[in-house]
């Protein structure tokens, strides 16, 4: 079973009722859950959800590390060969993309090349891409066009080209129940700040400040929405009431790219209206 949904939607509390009921397991399909370093500001399950059933590639990658959406094809491969099937549950769609539809087998971009397309403007960026991938991806997204610039400035093939070519998925959408989660967007905005203050009660702050000695935003793991809100703060840079308002923009408008993702991509699946 695949439960895709946006930030703050209650895909996991739904995953975890189904997996505890069923005997499965809860497998991460949320691309920084697989960091440690920011559990409580990546909203990874707590000792409580643990206890009711196994939860798989939570925080096992360090906060420091690269990982790719091929490392996480890797590491849930041999969790598809559980005898009880896992309840798959997150919000990154380029996960359940390369799952159901396959991933192409793209070289690994050398450092220097993602040096340098971090020191170009997105409008630079988008100059360098070939056609046939500028007419794919989303040109508003610095992130995929950086990737789509980094793939065709180190291969000289178009990004497009390689997806071209993908090899068979690790699980067909047609093998499996895919759900995805369509809350009502004020319902959603309203539980996105709700828990933003849940998460500020529950340590963020602290564990912010621990992260701190540590904290360049360079890292993938950086990514968590109020990390940098919250460690602005820290450094004197804003108030702490700034930086939660900050955070939960950030939070309504991923939610917001993650829900177009959804439309677009995944058409197909059964939605789940919410409320």
Known sequence: MLIAGPTASGKSELALRIAEAQ????????????FDGWRVLTARPGAEDLARAPHV???HVPFDAPYSVGD???????????????????????????????????PIVPEDVRAE????????????????????????????????WEVFRATGRGLAAWQDETASPLLPLADTVPLVLRPDRDWLAARIAARFDTMLAEGALDEARAMRPRW????????????????????????????????????RQYAKRQRTWFRNRMASWREVLLP
């Not at 005997?23 to 697989?34: I, P, S, T």
């Not at 094809?73 to 309840?87: F, G, N, S, T, Y």
């Open 117 to 148: 397309g971090d020191a170009l403007s997105l409008e630079a960026l988008r100059a360098g891409l070939d056609a046939d991938t500028a007419r794919r991806i989303d040109l508003a997204n610095r992130a995929r066009v950086q990737r789509a």
């Open 23 to 34: 005997g499965r397991a809860v497998v991460n399909a949320d691309a920084l859950q697989v």
């Open 216 to 251: 360049d935003p360079a890292h993938l793991s950086s990514k968590a929405i109020g990390a940098a809100e919250l460690i602005a703060h820290l450094d004197g840079e804003m108030s702490l009431d700034q930086a939660r308002d900050a955070a939960i923009l950030a939070s």
């Open 57 to 59: 590639l939570y925080g």
């Open 72 to 106: 996480w094809l890797r590491d849930i491969a041999p969790h598809l060969q559980a005898p009880v099937p896992p309840v798959i549950v997150g919000g990154t769609g380029l996960y359940f993309s390369a799952l159901t539809e396959g991933l192409a087998d793209i």
